[in-house]
Structures are given as structure tokens and as C-alpha cells.
């Protein structure tokens, strides 16, 4: 069927996770797919344990970066805090316990050439601080090479970069889409990177403390809907526009 997409004042509108769109020449439209898929830290597994943050490593003795409860501020029951002080030498961080899969093309040709353009990418996310200290993403690229069954796989970090994520010091939940820049994947001597490790930190304030709290973590692949093959059918986690509160007609399924 036909339906209509209004983005919000952001420009972006999230997808229900049961329907597809297709493809169309449609100028200044994205389709966002989430590369990760555990980012809001919910009880989703089947252990009877009661307690969230799959997928996540977490310690549960830490006292810097814990796993919260809250569900009368932020959607669902869970989220993350990262407490540093002063007193503290290193960044307190976070991740993932897997890595995420960048991938330059998804469609090719009978050649193998890529017919779906090149894609972008970006962290989105819900946050709040307190403190002056700004907290940030780093990325760590790697080649992951496991072609030969008869040897172990081969992981070679390539790069890290670091990206400082700009939120308001007033305790409120903000919604944030921080672009990951296009050099973090670009080739490295040559050497093509297609997989990430992406860590959520903030470094010691000079003076204080500095609490924040994150929470419906994504991973966001961008393609341009005008480069896909028209007719194309795709797992759509978000939609973006280049303008806000812009309406869109897309066929669903």
C-alpha cells in the first residue's frame, strides 16, 4: 500500500519494526538501518534473571557505569549512568560486548559493483548531563578477516576516533543524532574496514562531577532512497529528511 511519512522536528520518524518500504526516486530521503539492535538496554532475554542491558558489557560491581531503572523519565525500564569525578584519571566508558558490521554496498550487480550508493552513518541516541565535562563516542575500526576454516580468525585494529557528543548540562533527556565521520571507515593502506567497536565514555572534569546517562543507543546506516535500485524492498529502522516536518509517500508493506 501507499502511506504517507511526516518526519518530525528533527527530520526523522522511527519505523515500526514490522513493515518494509520500497524504494523510490525520491530526492532528500534516507533510509536509516540500525546496525546494532540492543541500544535500549531492556530485559530481552529469555533467563529469568529480570535484569536488562544485553548485549552490553556491564560490570555489576561498578560504581561509575551501572545499569539504572527509571521508567518515569525515559521510555522502558532501563538505561545506563557514567558518574566520573576530579579525582579520576581515566574516561569512564562503555560498550557493546560485540561489534557492529559497516558494509559499503549491500546491492551489487552481476559484477559485484555496488548499485546502491555509498552509505553514511551516525549515533542516535537519548541523553542527559550534569556537569561541565562533555561525554563522547569513540570508534574502533578493525578488518576482521575468518575466510579459512582451518584458521583462527584474524582481527587487526586499523583505527580509533573519538567524537564529542554535545548535550545540555540541565539533567533533562535530549534526542541526539551525531554524525560519525566518513574518514572513521575509509580504507587503510589499502585494507578494507568492515567491522566496529563503539564505546560510550566521558573523561575526568577538571573540577566536580559529571554525571550522564544514556539510553535507545542506535548504530544508524544511511542510504539515499533516490541511489537504491527502484522497487527494492528494505528493513527500514528510521526515517530521515533533509528538511523537518516533511511528508513523504513511500509504498509499504
Known amino acids: 500500500e501507499t502511506a504517507s511519512f511526516t518526519t518530525g522536528p528533527d527530520g526523522t520518524l522511527d519505523i515500526p519494526p514490522d513493515v518494509m518500504l520500497q524504494a523510490s526516486v525520491v530526492p532528500s530521503v534516507w533510509f536509516g538501518r540500525d546496525l546494532f539492535g540492543y541500544g535500549g538496554f531492556e530485559d530481552v532475554l529469555a533467563d529469568g534473571r529480570g535484569e536488562g542491558g544485553a548485549h552490553w558489557s556491564l560490570d555489576p560491581g561498578s560504581e561509575t557505569a551501572q545499569l539504572s531503572r527509571d521508567p518515569s523519565i525515559v521510555t522502558g525500564n532501563y538505561y545506563v549512568s557514567l558518574s566520573t569525578r576530579d579525582t579520576f584519571t581515566r ?80 539533567g533533562n533527556w535530549h534526542d541526539l543524532d551525531v554524525p560519525i565521520p566518513a574518514a572513521v571507515f575509509a580504507d587503510v593502506d589499502g585494507t578494507r574496514i568492515n567491522a566496529a567497536l563503539v564505546y560510550l565514555g566521558v573523561p575526568p572534569p577538571v573540577k566536580g562531577a559529571t554525571d550522564v546517562a544514556f539510553d535507545d543507543i542506535a548504530i544508524i546506516e544511511w542510504r539515499a532512497v533516490a541511489q ?26
Not at 561541565?132 to 574502533?140: N, Y
Not at 537504491?228 to 509504498?251: A, C, F, I, K, Q
Request: net charge negative; hydrophobic share 35%.
Open 91 to 170: 574516561d569512564v566508558v562503555v560498550r557493546p560486548v560485540a561489534r557492529v558490521t559497516p558494509l559499503d554496498h549491500r546491492i551489487a550487480d552481476r559484477e559485484g559493483n555496488g548499485v546502491d550508493g555509498r552509505a553514511e552513518y551516525s549515533v542516535r541516541l537519548k541523553a542527559r548531563r550534569t556537569g561541565v565535562t562533555e561525554p563522547f563516542f569513540r570508534i574502533d575500526a578493525y578488518h576482521f578477516f575468518d575466510a579459512d576454516p582451518t584458521e583462527d580468525p584474524e582481527s587487526t585494529l586499523l583505527r580509533q576516533m573519538q567524537v564529542t557528543i554535545d548535550i545540555p548540562a540541565d
Open 228 to 253: 537504491l535500485p527502484p522497487g527494492t524492498w528494505h528493513e527500514v529502522d528510521v526515517l530521515r529528511t533533509n528538511s523537518p516536518d516533511m511528508t513523504v509517500e513511500l509504498s509499504r508493506r
